[in-house]
């Protein structure tokens, strides 16, 4: 069984929300990849559209967008998702996960693409009801 830590930004107010995800909305997320776009359903926001733009795995290591599939692949990296370097040019090995979501996955960054009839914490609150 799937579980998910969903951080949710929301670019209108800079703030962002950590909700958990499980059962079967966790494992119908399996196999969504970096930029697709999902129901806000998922996380229990009616009307809202989020879209996938990151995350990390159970042991800490991120996913990029540009390399396929859900597996861990060690790159050379000279910059971006999972290495910054310190002086321009250097390069570096290093293991980062792949663009699609899968069940090692830990964290899922969210960020709000549509806005739905109610703000978050009000949707969240009806729904603990």
């Known amino acids: 069984?799937?579980?998910f830590k969903a951080v949710i930004a929301d670019p209108k107010s800079g703030k962002a929300y950590k909700r958990d995800v499980t059962g079967h909305y966790a494992n119908a997320l399996i196999g969504k990849k970096i930029g697709d776009e999902l129901d806000g359903?998922?996380?229990g926001l009616p009307g809202y559209k989020l879209a996938?733009?990151?995350g990390s795995d159970k042991d800490g290591f991120p996913m990029r967008s540009d390399l396929p599939g859900p597996r861990r692949k060690r790159l050379l990296l000279s910059?971006?998702?999972g290495y910054h370097p310190d002086r321009?040019?250097?390069r570096k090995k290093k293991t980062v996960r792949?663009?699609?979501v899968s069940p090692d996955i830990l964290q899922l960054n969210l960020r709000i693409v549509q806005r739905g009839p109610k703000s978050i914490e009000d949707a969240w609150q009806e729904q603990a009801r």
Do not use: F
């Open 79 to 81: 910059g971006g998702v």
């Open 88 to 90: 321009p040019g250097k």
């Open 41 to 43: 359903l998922y996380l």
């Open 98 to 100: 792949g663009n699609t």
């Open 52 to 54: 996938i733009t990151g």
């Open 1 to 3: 069984m799937a579980e």
